[in-house]
């Protein structure tokens, strides 16, 4: 993997992110568990008070969830290109100022 080579997937996904958080949410979280050409994505965020919080049934950002989990899986064959194992789970946590942490996880995917 090249630095910075993924810099459009991580502000991509960022895009999406920024695009739904809840106006009383102070950071917003995109949880996944990404397979070599499938995804699952869901949600959470903090508003001031910092607990987190989910989306309801009926106001679930399923587009966002399609698009992150497509980033997603762009960003996983990109990273194992070079033969390196693939992760299996991440989680993007995002502030409203921005400013963003991506945490990998290679669990094996039960599937």
């Known amino acids: 993997m090249i630095p910075g080579q993924d810099t459009d997937l991580y502000q991509r996904i960022g895009e999406i ?4 958080m ?7 979280s995109a949880l996944a568990t990404v397979g070599d050409d499938w995804s699952e994505v869901s949600f959470e965020f903090a508003g001031d008070d910092g607990k987190p919080a989910h989306f309801g049934f009926d106001q679930h950002p399923a587009q966002a969830a399609g698009d992150i989990g497509e980033a997603l899986i762009e960003l996983r064959k990109r990273m194992s290109a070079d033969g390196s194992e693939p992760w299996s789970h991440c989680r993007f946590d995002m502030d409203r100022g921005g ?3 991506l945490d990998f996880d290679y669990a094996p995917l039960d599937v």
């Open 17 to 20: 992110l920024a695009s739904v």
């Open 99 to 101: 400013k963003f942490d």
């Open 22 to 28: 809840p106006a009383r949410a102070q950071r917003i």
